[in-house]
């Protein structure tokens, strides 16, 4: 690897970080704007130039997006690892998000869908390859400017979170649904036209890719792909010639895939990688730790669905003669976020290690069902008529924020911690493969609340984050012993045969 000229300077951030951080910061701003309005202009009527969705649909819709954005990170990191290089892919991925942007821009269905798959499959290109492209500046022995490096993009992404739903909020709910998509497409383009410009000061480091597949490899997967695409396009054409197609199908679909390929993927990892007793311990820890994440990213993702229309709808968003947008709400979390972190950051701290992954996972959860229960009193309150105060929803998001500032960064580092050493390189993927699992659970809750959620949604949602804390809390002794250093037994070598490629 050559790393480029700037990296030696003691103190100042190289110009390559740069580049990444801004390339990072505005893919965020174009994701969290386009998430900020999605749900709200899939249920608008077509009148007004939205979707005209029934809100069970909508939300199904929303959770199938967000599910697969998240898996789509792993045919996207292999892309970059195997055929293009993180350089190329990172780059690839951030056009095909504008070009999805823009195609929302356009005011037909058939583009807003299209312009949704486009923005998913960027995202997953772009995401995984930029964060390797970041750690490989950055050497075995430099983890501590590695976790530096990620805390100063932690930042920048909530900084995004928060102001890009003003400006496509603004934009989408009192100009025109797709300004607001347009409004993020630009965004991105900011991020593309800078990261071009910015790409030589790479170096050689992610330009070629550090496993390339060779002619059969390549061979076999495009096979595959090809005999999937043939199969899906001969049922949609079916479905379509049979007058039965709608679009339910195709988000019924995207969530069955969600839901069952991180998990044919975590068991085909078991099983063709030879593992000691010690190992299969703590993988079977990690089983619980990714369905955790799971889970609270069900939660996180009734923010951007089921709460932003319960903020639309049933909300006092009136301040003088300002009707505050309602996607405006979803600055909420990541303004909670950037004031708690330092805060839970000064906790972990003062307790010098003392608090185990479980006790964490249980407190984050516990909060995320706290928030639930409010919010099942405020549905409550809301169906006797009239508009409740914002408070309650700001109540609710304020808890979410917590959680995630407590859950987040705990599910990724027991992820290190407890995947086997024969891929540890893909827990980072399984983790976001995982978090997928949470937008198909999403997707499934939307579908099977008929008509709007009311107070029982909110409290079985309340319910089953409670159950999950308790239950890791009365199971922290366990999943302690299992990440435990006295647990681990040194990995014998495996052939090239046993270790699957990414």
């Known amino acids: ?14 110009r390559w970080f740069t580049t990444l951080f801004l390339t990072d910061m505005w893919e965020r701003f174009s994701f969290f704007g386009m ?16 979707l005209g969705l029934s809100q069970p649909t909508a939300v199904a819709l929303y959770g199938a997006y967000v599910g697969l954005l998240f898996v789509l990170s792993m045919p996207g990191g292999w892309l970059g690892d195997r055929v293009l290089g993180e350089q190329r892919a990172t780059l690839y991925g951030g056009i095909v998000i504008a070009l999805g942007h823009y195609m929302m821009l ?6 807003a869908y299209l312009g949704l798959v486009m923005i998913a499959a960027g995202t997953g290109l772009l995401k995984p390859n930029m964060l390797a492209l970041l750690g490989r500046f950055y ?23 928060l102001l890009a739903p003003l400006v496509t909020g603004f934009l989408g709910e009192r100009v025109d649904w797709h300004i607001g998509f347009g409004a993020a497409g630009l965004g991105m383009t900011f991020g593309v036209i800078q990261y071009a410009v910015g790409v030589r000061r790479f170096g050689d480091t992610g330009r070629r890719a550090a496993h390339p597949a060779n002619a059969g490899e390549l061979r076999t997967v495009a096979r595959r792909v090809g005999v999937v695409a043939a199969v899906l396009g001969v049922l949609l054409t079916v479905d379509v010639l049979a007058g039965t197609f709608t679009i339910m199908h195709v988000i019924a679909l995207v969530g069955i895939v969600t839901l069952v390929s991180p998990f044919v993927y975590f068991s085909a990892l ?16 990690f089983r619980w730790v990714l369905l955790a994440a799971a889970l609270f990213w069900m939660f996180v993702i009734q923010a951007g669905s089921t709460l932003s229309l319960f903020a ?7 301040v003088g003669d300002f009707l505050i947008p309602a996607s405006w709400f979803q600055s909420a979390i990541p303004f909670f976020i950037l004031v708690t972190a330092p805060l839970f950051a000064w906790l972990w701290l003062r307790g010098g290690g003392s608090t185990g992954v479980a006790v964490k996972i249980s407190v984050g959860h516990g909060l995320v069902g706290v928030g639930f229960v409010v919010m099942s009193l405020s549905a409550a309150v809301a169906a006797e008529g009239g508009r409740v105060s914002p408070l309650w929803l700001l109540f609710v998001l304020f808890t979410l924020a917590c959680g995630e500032v407590i859950l987040g960064p705990t599910a990724l580092s027991a992820a290190v911690d407890l995947a086997p050493a024969a891929f540890t390189g893909r827990t980072m993927a399984l983790y976001w493969m995982f978090a997928g699992v949470g937008g198909g659970l999403g997707s499934l809750l939307g579908r099977l609340a008929s008509g709007e959620p009311g107070p029982f949604y909110y409290l079985g949602l309340a319910l089953l984050a409670l159950v999950t804390a308790a239950g890791f809390a009365l199971a922290r002794r366990r999943l302690a012993e299992a990440i435990a250093p006295s647990a681990r037994e040194p990995v014998p070598p495996s052939r090239p045969s046993e270790v699957p490629s990414a």
């Open 106 to 111: 356009l005011p037909t269905q058939a583009t």
């Open 1 to 14: 690897m050559t790393a480029p000229s700037g990296t030696s300077k003691p103190h100042v951030r190289p």
């Open 139 to 161: 050497g075995p022995d430099e983890s501590a400017k590695r976790e530096a490096a990620l805390a100063i993009f932690y930042v920048g992404i909530q900084v995004s979170a």
């Open 35 to 50: 998430q900020a309005i999605l749900i709200l202009f899939a249920v608008a009527p077509t009148s007004q130039g939205g």
């Open 312 to 318: 639309q709808r049933h909300t006092s968003r009136t």
């Open 270 to 285: 078991t099983r063709r990688t030879r593992l000691s007793r010690a190992e299969r311990r703590r993988l079977s820890a």
